[in-house]
């Protein structure tokens, strides 16, 4: 039987991942799960994952793949073909000690390559595979393509981003695939965790990009069950707390404040010094703020607009408002909060030297996670590696490299 390589860090050491995933959703949980210690395997086309090809290059270096591929070992495999399949299927395999494998494909791709997980169980009953789809594997669009954009639209999200007299807004970034990664890993770490109580046995899971953004909208659901309520869009206000919005400062810059609980707008009144509106009863409760939401909002944006940044922000730390800077990516990386936590490191990297990425967000206080290398550039960097740890002979390696494949 196969050993694993010693991760020697984070609380998954020891847990082997299988990412035959593509474009975000599938590669961003098996990058979650890399950087918690798993040994996760990237298995990739011989052309490469897409994410290679998006993005910014420098020089012929692809920055995103940087980010994505971290702490992943590469093998790449031609799936379409049948040995390419069998390849895929020893890898799986339980003398090969695989635990996760997370897919994306559209419903019914492993199926047609007899990759199914009926067929992949029964050569390792513990395997838990995640499947990662835009509709899921059930229903009338379960056989539709799927992006993260479009699920940002079927969800609802867009419909209430953006302001009232404007479009419907997406998100700058792949947010539904963030998501659904996130859904994927603890949903993955939750069947690793029950196999014990399921006599060892794995599972099959079902994560769709839009359902997880459902998840996240509040209570726009039932408001609309119980009260016929359609959410529209709002801005940056909110008609559950007030006030809540993105002002602009004196000299030019942007902050934001959100008065969830009502002592939290109470010391903001104080802290403009209206202490006639923090002594109102009617103002008393987020009720009775959103009656007088446009009153509201008047007197701080005024009041902000008076002010430089450094001065309001210094005013609302003494009187502890919930309120804070809207930073730009420069301004990020050099506040002093995100230095001293180190939630962006430098990293050293043979092809780009050091590079500034966002770090492991959990903080584990005796088995922490980390970034041991950045997205290798190479197509199949690992593949005669791995196909060593199964056992796979030089001769055959060759034999399927000559063949195309794989990429050794």
Same mark, same amino acid.
């Given at each position: 039987m196969a050993t694993k390589p010693d991760v020697k860090r984070g609380p998954l050491c020891g847990v082997r991942v299988l990412d035959v995933g593509t474009l975000f959703a599938g590669p961003l949980a098996a990058t979650h799960l890399a950087d918690l210690g798993a040994d996760v395997i990237?298995?990739?086309?011989p052309r490469g994952d897409d994410v290679r090809r998006l993005g910014l290059v420098k020089g012929t270096i692809p920055l995103w793949w940087k980010v994505v591929g971290r702490n992943k070992r590469l093998i790449s495999i031609d799936l379409n073909q049948a040995e390419g399949q069998t390849v895929l299927a020893d890898l799986a395999d339980l003398a090969a000690q695989a635990d996760i494998l997370i897919e994306n494909f559209r419903p019914g791709r492993l199926e047609k390559w007899g990759l199914s997980y009926s067929i992949l169980s029964k050569r390792n009953p513990s395997l838990i595979m995640v499947h990662i789809s835009g509709y899921g594997q059930t229903g009338p669009y379960s056989a539709r393509p799927g992006f993260g954009t479009l699920a940002e639209a079927f969800s609802g999200l867009a419909h209430i981003t953006g302001h009232p007299e404007g479009p419907p807004t997406l998100p700058a970034f792949p947010m539904a695939d963030g998501v659904a990664a996130l859904n994927a890993t603890? !949903? !993955? +770490?939750?069947a690793y965790i029950g196999r014990a109580a399921n006599n &060892?046995? &794995?599972?099959?899971?079902?994560i769709n990009l839009y359902e997880p953004l459902l998840s996240l909208i509040g209570s726009m659901v039932i408001d609309y069950d119980q009260m016929g309520v359609v959410a529209e869009r709002r801005g940056n206000r909110s008609n559950r707390s007030v006030p809540r919005n993105a002002y602009t400062t004196r000299d030019d810059c942007w902050l934001v404040i959100s008065c969830t609980a009502d002592q939290m707008a109470k010391r903001l009144f104080h802290a403009i010094g209206r202490d006639d +509106? !923090? &002594?109102?009863? @009617? +103002? !008393? @409760?987020n009720l009775g703020r959103v009656k007088r939401l446009e009153e509201i909002d008047r007197v701080v944006a005024t009041w902000i607009a008076s002010h430089d940044l450094a001065e309001a922000l210094e005013i609302f730390d003494r009187f502890e408002v919930t309120a804070a800077p809207i930073q730009d990516v420069s301004q990020l990386i050099g506040d002093p909060h995100v230095k001293e936590r180190g939630s962006i490191r430098s990293v050293e990297d043979p092809d780009l030297g050091a590079v500034r990425v966002q770090d492991v967000a959990a903080r584990f206080s005796d088995t922490p996670g980390g970034i041991r290398w950045l997205g290798k550039l190479q197509v199949g960097t690992d593949t005669r590696e791995i196909l060593g740890e199964l056992g796979y002979s030089n001769d055959r390696i060759d034999a399927l490299a000559l063949s195309k494949i794989i990429i050794s």
């Open positions: 990237k298995v990739e086309h603890y !949903a !993955a +770490l939750a &060892g046995r &794995g599972q099959e899971i079902d +509106l !923090a &002594g109102d009863p @009617t +103002l !008393a @409760t």
